[in-house]
């Protein structure tokens, strides 16, 4: 089954007898992971992943940048299956010097 097929199955359960409004569905699960893949003056576009009822996927959004209509729209297309990718980051953290 396409992610898209699998999200849109879990929304009519989800919500039954209302108006599909797949965007929004995906919007009300919390973002598992977020990255952005391109910067615009109006909005960086992202790719997020959400856990919905035991698989990850992964969706188009946007972040704006509160610089006026962003004339973003949804890409139903963007919906796939994620995986999770096991990586090792250094992470450096700063604090304040006393002189």
Sequence with gaps: MKAIDYVLKCEKEDNPGHESDIEEYLDCHKVIYSEVTSERRWWDDTWNVIDLKGKLIGFGGVHT??????????????VGYAERLEETKIVVTYRPVKA
């Design 65 to 78: 940048t509160g610089d006026g209509d962003t004339g973003w729209e949804f890409d139903p297309e963007s």
